[in-house]
């Protein structure tokens, strides 16, 4: 049974490195960093209690906002899709993407108080 | 739907209040000193001839004369004018009435008077020039009179104008025909406002209904016809008229005067007045009810009768006394209501004037109080132990000595009082409103009440336990001084009589009690107000660590695309792509200035200026990437 695990896992290792394009891995480093940060106030926010409410709520928020537009870059930017994204180029990608961020980043400061 | 409901309910009550509600009689009248008031305000001195008529006529219909006859009569000679018709109508009114004052008529006086009386005059112009052509003995053509007035009733159909009309017709000759006039008196009538059943009287006020009254009457005597008013508009009428008891013209107290002395001395109505002399109260040392019998002047009846209908105790409804005659004696009605040996309390009589068959309002409902003088007897102290093994200590006390000896009761005994009210004269036993046990602390002037019942055979008994009365005492244990208060509104002689001196001792004396009562009004300790306490933090260390903690990934971020080799050799140095990254940059700088300084708007503000800018510029920036992508391809 755990053979079978380690062996998937293995393999999808190996056909990360070799089958994605950079730009997609830089995109992954990216959505990696993000996902480490959520996690880190989620452990902060469990281990001391959740004194300013408001202030752990815009971080996790942020982080998992980001997360998921970041995850919609990746999706729209990926040549292998390019099917169902006929009417958005990739700069299009980018700019919607930084569009949302700057609504995202308006609201987090907003709650953060 | 609620309207109908309401106008049901209304004639409901209505109905019933119709149903049960007896004859009306008057609220107002004048009483004497009301009528020396209203002659001091009409002896007044007067200056034209106007106050001159008021006074005298009006001092003349209540009796009275102006104080000096002589002087008033060279006063209206004095200020006559022979051409007006006004002055001619004061003076000749006024010297009518002072005995032996006679005007000077002269030729063209008649011929004046005569000219007036036309359908061209006003009404009031032709009751001036009539009255004066009859004071002064002048002959005058009634029925041409008559035709005037009718003529202008119809064009002045105001209230004054039919009034004085009225007025007029009481000086015409008897044969003349006032069938027509006379029915003015109930069209009049009818325009009377009803105020709460009690009152009738003119929107015009105090004097045109005054003025009515005593036209209507005038007339109805002038042409011996009762005049069309119920009984009850009569006294309604009475109400209205001398409710005012001071008045505030010389016209006004005139009209006031003329209306009292036809409502007093008319052939068809007298209201009849019974009032008491004195409290409508008898009792052993005051046994007769004395009752005055008089109009509304307060002049007495000459030929009256008063007998009790029927006199009903209130609280039993037993009747006491039916058709008893009263006595006269020196002008005032006497009963001796003591002789039919009532018990006290209070009755209602109802009384019948009777001798004249003018009164009106003749049944009169009184209400006459029955007092007494009430003993106290059979008084039996004693202090009773709870369990009862041990006897009781009786000691009586007669009234109005105190016991010898002080009663001593502490948490197992109960302090009793026993005794019995009766009544003085009788030896009825009595059960008066307020019986109340009153004992007073002389050392800390504490004062406790407690209220005595009878039983069922009127035996008055009092018991403190003093275990459970010991919060009303304070726990004050000491000597306490009795009382018994006895009162009621048909008692002589209340009681207060200081009985016996009781000890009373209670178990978990505190002695602050005493204080407390001091202390009510003292300023109460002051209340510290307890701010909202700050919520814990965690220490400083823990979350610098933690701050760390996060801000690591991101060099986690920069070595892992350091190693997938991303760089920025493609950076091309055109002027929208720099300004594209400057703008960018100033975006999260102003998204730190937001979190530290600015308000939600100002940053939207800055936002909108600034993010146009990098829009516009990362636009370009974009679409030059794009044709060198796909050029490239």
């Known amino acids: 049974m755990s053979n079978s695990v380690i062996s998937v896992i293995s393999r999808f290792l190996e056909e990360y490195t070799t089958k994605t394009s950079n730009k997609l891995k830089v995109v992954d480093a990216y ?21 300013p409410f408001n202030s752990f709520l815009a971080g996790f928020i942020s982080c998992v906002g980001a997360f998921i537009l970041g995850v919609c870059l990746r999706i729209q930017i990926n040549p292998d899709n390019k099917g169902d994204f006929l009417t958005i180029s990739q700069e299009r990608a980018f700019a919607d993407f930084l569009l949302a961020h700057t609504v995202l980043h308006l609201v987090v400061i907003n709650f953060i108080g | 739907m609620w309207k109908l409901t309401l106008a049901g309910v209304f004639c409901l009550v209505l109905l019933t209040v119709a149903l ?114 009859s004071s002064l003995g002048l002959p005058l053509a009634s029925q041409e009179v008559v035709a005037a007035l009718v003529a202008r009733i119809a064009k002045e159909d105001n209230v004054l104008a039919i009034t004085t009309a009225l007025q007029t017709a009481t000086r015409l000759s008897q044969q003349a025909e006032l069938g027509g006039i006379l029915e003015e008196i109930e069209d009049l009538a009818a325009r009377l406002d009803d105020l709460g059943g009690v009152y009738l009287q003119f929107e015009e006020g105090l004097e045109a209904t005054a003025l009515f009254v005593t036209a209507a009457y005038t007339l109805s005597d002038h042409a011996d016809t009762e005049p069309p008013l119920k009984e009850d508009q009569v006294i309604q009428l009475v109400n209205s008229v001398f409710s005012k008891k001071s008045w505030d013209s010389r016209s006004e107290a005139f009209s006031v005067a003329c209306a009292a002395a036809a409502l007093s001395s008319n052939r068809f109505h007298v209201p009849v007045i019974v009032s008491t002399q004195g409290p409508a109260t008898v009792s052993h040392s005051q046994p007769i009810l004395h009752l005055l019998v008089t109009d509304i002047l307060s002049n007495p009846l000459a030929s009256a009768n008063l007998l009790v209908e029927s006199a009903q105790a209130v609280a039993s409804k037993s009747v006491v006394l039916s058709q008893a005659p009263f006595s006269l004696r020196n002008g005032i009605f006497e009963l001796n209501f003591m002789a039919s040996q009532p018990a006290s309390g209070y009755y209602q009589f109802t009384v019948a004037v009777t001798g004249d068959s003018r009164l009106v309002a003749n049944q009169v409902e009184l209400k006459v109080k029955v007092s007494t003088e009430v003993a106290v007897t059979n008084m039996d102290l004693s202090v009773v132990d709870k369990d009862q093994s041990i006897g009781t200590k009786t000691s009586r006390v007669d009234y109005p000595f105190k016991a010898k000896g002080s009663f001593t009761a502490d948490s197992h005994q109960n302090f009793a009082m026993n005794f019995q009210l009766v009544d003085a004269n009788t030896g009825v036993e009595l059960t008066p409103h307020q019986t109340f046990v009153r004992f007073h602390n002389q050392k800390t002037g504490q004062e406790v009440v407690f209220v005595a019942e009878p039983d069922s055979k009127n035996l008055y008994k009092f018991e403190l336990d003093t275990a459970e009365r010991k919060s009303e005492f304070d726990s004050m244990s000491g000597t306490y001084v009795l009382h018994l208060i006895v009162g009621d509104a048909t008692l002589e002689n209340p009681i207060l009589w200081n009985v016996a001196d009781v000890v009373l001792k209670f178990l978990d004396e505190e002695a602050p009690a005493a204080i407390q009562s001091k202390t009510l009004y003292m300023p109460k300790p002051d209340i510290q107000h307890l701010f909202r306490e700050p919520e814990k933090k965690p220490p400083t260390v823990v979350s610098n660590t933690f701050t760390a903690l996060v801000l690591s990934p991101f060099l986690l971020l920069l070595i892992l695309w350091f190693k997938l080799g991303a760089n920025i050799s493609n950076f091309s140095l055109s002027p929208s792509s720099v300004l594209f990254h400057v703008g960018h940059a100033c975006m999260l700088g102003l998204m730190y200035v937001y979190w530290t300084h600015l308000n939600m708007f100002q940053t939207l503000k800055y936002l909108a200026i600034i993010g146009s800018l990098t829009f516009l510029a990362g636009n370009r920036m974009l679409a030059q990437k794009a044709v060198k992508r796909l050029a490239s391809k």
């Open chain 1, 31 to 51: 959505l990696f960093y993000i996902l480490l940060t959520g996690a880190l106030q989620f452990l902060y926010c469990l281990l001391v209690g959740t004194f």
């Open chain 2, 20 to 133: 049960g509600a007896q004859a009306l009689t008057p609220s107002h009248h004048l009483s004497l000193s009301d009528v020396d008031r209203l002659k001091g305000l009409l002896s007044q001195p007067f200056t034209d001839l106007a106050s001159a008529y008021y006074s005298i006529v009006g001092l003349s219909k209540l009796g009275a004369s102006v104080a000096d006859e002589n002087d008033a009569c060279q006063f209206l000679k004095a200020q006559l004018d022979p051409m007006s018709v006004d002055s001619l109508f004061f003076a000749a009114e006024a010297s009518q009435a002072i005995a032996d004052c006679e005007m000077p008529v002269f030729n063209e006086t008649r011929d004046i008077l005569l000219a007036a009386v036309s359908e061209d005059s006003t009404v009031t112009q032709i009751f001036r020039a009539v009255s004066a052509l």
